[in-house]
């Protein structure tokens, strides 16, 4: 299994941009694709983003296609999450996952992910 530990959320205003990292240790001799959800109070958990295992494939929710990007290194094991133009109903603790059945894929589903960071907390507010 691998193990992910997210870092880089905050408290930032509309309009600024912020940078989400997820390093990823354990099993990382493995393939697998990365994405990032995240859920806001009183709401489900939502699909943000997610990157093939080689990074030639990436899909994004509608919410947040050009203005997140999601790229990965896979020397230092770690993907991010560039978030741009952020706005209020961007407030949500964000999660990565890992994918080790769907490496070479995109998925978009949380069941499709065997592996969860513990999450970071981003608030976009005025």
């Known amino acids: 299994q691998v193990q992910l530990v997210e870092s880089g959320g905050g408290l930032v205003q509309p309009g600024d941009s912020l940078r989400l990292s997820c390093a990823a240790s354990?099993?990382?001799?493995?393939?697998?694709?990365m994405g990032w959800f995240r859920q806001a109070p009183g709401k489900e958990r939502e699909f943000v983003a997610t990157?093939?295992?080689?990074?030639?494939?990436?899909y994004f929710a509608d919410s947040v296609k050009g203005r997140f990007t999601i790229s990965r290194d896979n020397i230092k094991n770690t993907v991010y999450l560039q978030m741009n133009s952020l706005k209020p109903e961007d407030t949500a603790v964000y999660y990565c996952?890992?994918?080790?059945?769907?490496?070479?894929?995109?998925?978009?589903?949380?069941?499709?992910?065997?592996?969860w960071g513990q999450g970071t907390q981003v608030t976009v507010s005025s």
């Open positions: 996952a890992a994918s080790t059945t769907m490496s070479w894929g995109t998925p978009s589903k949380s069941d499709e992910y065997d592996s």
């Open positions: 354990g099993r990382t001799y493995s393939s697998y694709a």
């Open positions: 990157i093939s295992w080689r990074g030639g494939s990436r």
